[in-house]
């Protein structure tokens, strides 16, 4: 596991009054539709932040599957893009330690504090990110959020390793810097 995920992991009792397992219990005895369900709840009803409330119902819908075989699922088909992905991971691990990455069915969650990008192999040939930057001007490249409605304010289509360039890391960095 991810160490920045245990430390959340750990640190959640603490910051949130109850253990992941106590979480998973309470969601499992609700029925939710959509992931986005179910971290309103956590935040409306039980006073949850984001960042934690988004991480128990990733972790609560894992179905025991590893991160491995989420990513696995999540590229089969893909595979062509999976080495983006490994690049974009290395570079966002490179910012800092306090990092989680969150694998789900369809995309990768990275969360500092809170969600600053997600990861999301659209189709065959592309990943879009989503970012969470607020108040940033739109670009020809740096788009509206587009499908990722209000989880992220704009996105990002990479087709290749190249795509990966000053430019994006620039906002993956932003993005980073502003999730304190």
Not at 82 to 110: A, F, H, N, Q, W
Request: hydrophobic residues 35%; positive net charge; glycine residues 4%.
């Amino acid at each position: 596991m991810d160490k920045a995920l245990q430390t959340m992991i750990d640190n959640m009792p603490e910051k949130t009054g109850k253990s992941l397992n106590e979480w998973i219990k309470i969601l499992k005895s609700k029925t939710f539709k959509k992931h986005s369900e179910a971290v309103k709840y956590l935040k409306t009803e039980h006073d949850v932040t984001h960042g934690f409330a988004n991480t128990i119902v990733a972790l609560s819908k894992k179905e025991d599957l590893t991160d491995k075989e989420l990513l696995a699922g999540m590229y089969k088909g893909k595979e062509s893009l999976k080495p983006i992905y490994d690049e974009l991971i290395r570079y966002i691990k490179s910012l800092g330690d306090d990092i989680t990455i969150t694998p789900k069915k369809t995309s990768v969650s990275v969360i500092r504090k809170h969600q600053l990008i997600l990861i999301k192999p659209a189709t065959k040939t592309r990943i879009d990110l989503g970012f969470k930057l607020k108040d940033k001007p739109t670009t020809d490249r740096l788009k509206d959020s587009g499908p990722f409605g209000t989880m992220c304010t704009h996105r990002v289509r990479v087709t290749n390793i190249s795509d990966i360039n000053a430019e994006l890391k620039s906002w993956i960095k932003e993005a980073y810097s502003r999730s304190v």
